[in-house]
């Protein structure tokens, strides 16, 4: 008696492959970690919050439109207002930051800045945008 065997196909043959290949999408999909670019990260105070700063403790720098960094008028490079920061926060704890930009100023020297109060951990830090007057906004 002749037995009737089914004759095996091939894996390529079958749906199978387009199946697995289908589950290993999902699968690679489900486990991937999606990176979002989330931008400046910048802790802000609650809206009904107060916080006192004393005159004292206000460290004012000024950006210009040609991107100089401006203290107390006299210009510097952004390695001595780290260090000029870093000084003031050791000393005054309850120090607040604050730039007044120009508004023609390149913005790369604001987010320089930005960046670098945020690596020195400054608690209180402000930008204003200074009027083509010379007020400040």
């Given at each position: 008696m002749k037995l009737n065997r089914r004759k095996r196909r091939g894996f390529e043959?079958?749906?199978?492959s387009s199946d697995i290949a289908f589950l290993l999408i999902i699968y690679f999909i489900v486990i991937a970690g999606f990176n979002v670019n989330k931008g400046f990260l910048i802790n802000l105070p609650a809206k009904d919050s107060t916080?006192?700063?004393l005159k004292d403790d206000l460290l004012r720098f000024e950006l210009d439109r040609s991107g100089i960094l401006l203290f107390r008028g006299e210009a510097?490079?952004?390695s001595t207002a780290e260090r000029?920061?870093?000084n003031a926060v050791a000393s005054r704890p309850n120090l607040a930051v604050i730039l007044t930009v120009d508004g023609s100023a390149p913005w790369?020297?604001?987010v320089s800045f930005v960046e670098l109060a945020q690596r020195l951990e400054v608690e209180s830090f402000s930008f204003t945008m200074k009027n083509p007057e010379g007020g400040s906004t």
């Open positions: 043959d079958t749906s199978a916080r006192l700063i510097m490079d952004h000029e920061i870093r790369q020297q604001v």
